[in-house]
């Protein structure tokens, strides 16, 4: 059974930066794809970023620009890399990822991120 544990999240200051991170159990190679997920209070989870087995990435268009999305294959850790954080990207952030060679989803237990001054 995979599991995903994230990491890194914190209190930041306005258009501060913070790295999340998803180690993986399982090689990420066989993942595809991963995404980062994202929810604030009373409000629904949004998908934040993709990442694709052979590098390609999309972003949602509230963090284009801001965040990427990076993956170590050697480590089966994906990061997230947070820039010019806002108020408005407070949210429990979730690591997610789709096996390649079934049907089966993987879920982290969420890290919490607070953008306050």
């Known amino acids: 059974q995979v599991q995903l544990v994230e990491s890194g999240g914190g209190l930041v200051q306005p258009g501060g930066s913070l790295t999340l991170s998803c180690a993986a159990s399982?090689?990420?190679?066989?993942?595809?794809?991963m995404k980062w997920y994202r929810q604030a209070p009373g409000k629904e989870r949004e998908l934040v970023a993709t990442?694709?087995?052979?590098?390609?990435?999309y972003y949602a268009d509230s963090v284009k620009g801001r965040f990427t999305f990076s993956r170590d294959n050697a480590k089966n850790t994906v990061t997230l890399h947070m820039n010019s954080l806002k108020p408005e990207d407070t949210a429990v952030y979730y690591c997610n990822a789709n096996s390649r060679w079934s049907s089966d989803i993987y879920w982290g237990q969420g890290t919490q991120v607070t953008v306050s001054s």
């Open positions: 990442s694709t087995r052979t590098g390609s990435t």
């Open positions: 399982g090689n990420i190679l066989s993942m595809n794809p």
